[in-house]
């Protein structure tokens, strides 16, 4: 058996080495149009910030190593550039030479290029894109030999973000641009608003809802009119599939460019199969067919398509596109779909917030979490779930995933044993907090409100915040009354217990606390704001930055 397979790093250098394993017999060839075919993708950014400070340690794998071992023929810079499936070839450019190479399989894993729309004046600045090894040098030489003092990041996706950090981290004032209402958009807008005030807060400039409409060599334009000064730009704006060397190949694409596969990822063409960045799977949680490029299904996929070249029939379930992002001393995880997707699809669902610490709160050196948590209200079944935060969101976003993965439920969250020792957690893990909130509001113990929903509520209203008269004096929700929990039950001539109360606490544990007294005391309708102030301090002060962003007049360059 002859297999030929389009491109390395996860996708196919794992399928060369599952096939490898399987078959000692096979022979495989690998063509990979770059220098590398095995490298480390996702810490790119962090040899550019200079964590990483051995580039050697960027390659997982060597050709020479990797031939050795797994006995591949690896040919790099052999760039695809056609594929006839009738006649079982490949067309190889080779420098300036082209040939021709049959096969008996084909497996497609050309991965995804990052965007890069024409800019009018994007050739009078230094304007970059980060893929693969070659590009972080030129980034990284660049910065080196001309120590630029600024620079514009248009695109505030996970390596937009982390490329933020890692520039910051080398001495460059570093300005985020964001055509989208937020950063990172697997999240929803009420978790990005702590994301947005934690950027500022290390001195990094944000432009949200702003797209670049033209630069200069001083920097950038957005579509608002004003200039941001860049002595270099970093696009990251998105990835396509790098197919279009499949055109006329009868391979079948998506919409994107995607290559469509079935789950054991064969293509509607017999014996040619893709993976990777460039090939479509199933979210698990919608049913849908849709493009996550991450390296963790990749590799999994890799070793799917080396046991069906073998004829062991292995399928891949499908994604739901976890993720995990250090920015910082912050952490942001998701798993799953989050609220706009869901919304989008008018699929029902329901959400908790809840806030809890990294470990239990008497050990030292602990960091909050604020979890989201989205649920199916007629089964519990866990749909997804978003995690901000410090310490510890690593291993709950584990959890979560697993939860999402095999439909657990709230309740299966609660019957969670977790590890619990002081430094690393608390007797009641976050994971179990969130499934005793989903319970709660699934047996209407707890009926929250939410922080898009104070805008409307009802000026007339009884609103009471429960905290301690030291927090109110700190900040409060206008219009809420402060009765603090401890008295409530001494105050309840205050309220009139007939009509609906909405109340507030810090993050939502006190505020269902009061909820529980007011309704066994009568109260006929009761609300509990889900992540408390807290939650609406991190919104408030979001909406206040952003209407402060200065602008600065393209023509004049003043203010406006």
Do not use: W
């Amino acid at each position: 058996m002859k297999v030929v397979i389009v491109g390395g790093v996860a996708g196919g250098a794992g399928t060369a080495a599952r096939l490898r394993r399987l078959d000692e017999t096979a022979q495989i060839i690998m063509m990979e149009r770059g220098e590398y075919i095995s490298y480390a993708n996702c810490g790119l950014p962090y040899y550019v910030g200079g964590v990483i400070t051995d580039r050697k340690a960027l390659q997982v794998q060597t050709v020479e190593g990797f031939s050795k071992r797994f006995q591949v023929d690896v040919r790099t810079e052999n760039e695809v550039v056609s594929v006839d499936p009738e006649k079982k070839t490949v067309t190889v450019k080779r420098g300036e030479e082209t040939y021709v190479e049959s096969y008996d399989k084909l497996v497609l894993s050309p991965g995804a290029g990052p965007v890069r729309p024409k800019i009018s004046g994007m050739e009078e600045n230094h304007v970059f894109t980060l893929r693969n090894i070659p590009d972080t040098y030129r980034i990284y030489d660049y910065i080196e030999e001309n120590h630029p003092k600024t620079c514009a990041v248009v695109g505030a996706g996970f390596i937009g973000l982390e490329m933020a950090e890692n520039l910051s981290e080398r001495g460059l004032k570093v300005t985020v641009v964001e055509g989208a209402p937020h950063v990172m958009p697997p999240i929803d807008m009420d978790m990005a608003h702590q994301v947005h005030n934690y950027i500022r807060a290390k001195g990094l400039g944000l432009y949200l809802g702003q797209t670049v409409t033209a630069m200069d060599k001083e920097g950038v334009i957005l579509s608002d009119g004003t200039k941001i000064q860049a002595d270099m730009v970093l696009l990251s704006i998105g990835v396509r599939p790098d197919t279009a060397f499949l055109k006329d190949s009868g391979i079948e694409l998506g919409a994107r460019g995607e290559i469509l596969v079935n789950e054991y990822m064969e293509t509607n063409v017999p014996d040619v199969y893709a993976l990777g960045d460039a090939a479509s799977v199933v979210n698990i949680v919608s049913g849908e067919r849709t493009l996550i490029p991450l390296a963790g299904p990749a590799n999994k996929q890799g070793r799917i398509v080396g046991d069906n070249l073998c004829g062991r029939r292995s399928a891949y379930k499908g994604s739901q596109g976890t993720s995990i992002m250090k920015f910082f001393d912050m952490t942001v995880a998701v798993t799953g779909e989050k609220e706009e997707s869901l919304l989008a699809k008018g699929r029902l669902y329901r959400k908790a917030i809840t806030t809890s610490a990294c470990h239990a709160g008497y050990y030292p050196g602990g960091d909050m979490m604020t979890v989201k948590t989205l649920f199916d209200p007629r089964t519990g079944v866990i749909l997804g779930a978003q995690i901000v935060g410090g310490q510890g969101v690593d291993k709950r976003i584990d959890d979560l995933a697993n939860a999402v993965r095999f439909k657990f439920t709230g309740l299966d969250l609660q019957e969670m044993e977790l590890a619990y020792a002081p430094p690393f957690s608390s007797a009641k893990d976050p994971v179990n907090m969130a499934g005793y909130v989903i319970e709660n509001m699934m047996e209407g113990m707890m009926n929250p409100f939410y922080v898009e929903d104070l805008a409307s509520l009802p000026e007339d209203a009884q609103k009471v915040d429960v905290r301690t008269e030291a927090e109110y004096a700190g900040g409060t929700i206008p219009g809420f009354v402060n009765i603090p929990l401890d008295s409530l039950r001494d105050r309840l001539g205050e309220l009139d217990l007939t009509k609906k109360i909405y109340i507030t606490c810090q993050i939502g544990l006190r505020g269902y606390l009061a909820q529980r007294i007011l309704v066994q005391h009568g109260a006929a309708d009761t609300e509990n704001l889900a992540g408390g102030y807290r939650f609406y301090e991190a919104m408030k002060k979001d909406q206040e930055a952003k209407a402060a962003v200065p602008r600065n007049c393209t023509a004049c360059g003043k203010e406006i």
